[in-house]
């Protein structure tokens, strides 16, 4: 079944790009576009910008009038800022209760997607061989490693298809991972290795002395 084998695989590969980015960032990530949508919570956020906006602006008017010499002024300001401020409390208060809401369905969804799926899939089709090993390749007790637990001997079970493919997974990402530092690292010292040449060129071209 090759579909079968490239759905694990896929599947194998979003879990895999989920725990490296993490949770909390995908969260995120959703909430924000879920604020882009006209949602009942988008206008909650604009207004919470909004405030976040006006505090800041009242905090630096409020700081650069005088208590003393324009006090009625500062007053008035010092009046706006607490309530603006009061009413950001209580919009940061209502969305951050709401986003726990949030990420928590979000989880949810997100585990039964991926690690709730696979579970899934190796229970349906824990008896049914994805691809056969041919006859004589490997010893009797490798075929009943890759037949485990339940598949036909001989064939390689959904399980253990899993298994190397989240092994490949994190080979090939740690590979990669590996090489991009590398690579940076790399452009780093070359960048260090010309801006010395640009200074001892810079000294080596200086007026030199005469003697007397």
């Known amino acids: 079944m090759p579909s079968l084998l490239l759905i694990v695989f896929a599947l194998q590969l979003i879990i895999h790009l989920i725990n490296t980015v993490g949770a909390p960032a995908i969260n995120n990530l959703l909430w ?64 951050q209760e709401f986003k726990s809401s949030f990420d928590n369905y979000v989880s949810i969804a997100r585990w039964l997607a991926t690690n709730g799926f696979r579970f899934f899939l190796q229970f349906w089709y824990a008896k049914q061989a994805l691809f056969w090993v041919p006859r004589g390749w490997v010893p009797g007790y490798v075929e009943w490693m890759l037949a485990f637990p339940r598949a036909p001997r001989g064939s390689v079970s959904i399980q253990i298809w899993g298994i190397a493919c989240a092994t490949v997974v994190q080979l090939v ?23 010395e040449r640009v200074v001892m060129g810079g000294r080596g071209n200086g007026p030199e002395k005469k003697e007397l």
Do not use: C, I
């Not at 690292?185 to 801006?195: H, K, L, N, Q």
């Open 32 to 95: 924000l576009l879920y604020n882009k949508l006209p949602t009942s919570t988008s206008q909650d956020v604009r207004s919470q910008t909004a405030l976040r906006v006006q505090v800041v602006r009242l905090k630096r008017d409020m700081n650069a009038t005088s208590s003393q010499d324009e006090f009625a002024k500062w007053a008035k300001l010092r009046r706006q800022h607490d309530k603006a401020l009061a009413e950001y409390d209580q919009k940061t208060s209502t969305l």
């Open 173 to 195: 990402g740690a590979a990669v991972v590996a090489g991009w530092v590398l690579v940076r690292e790399r452009r780093a010292v070359g960048r260090g290795m010309g801006r």
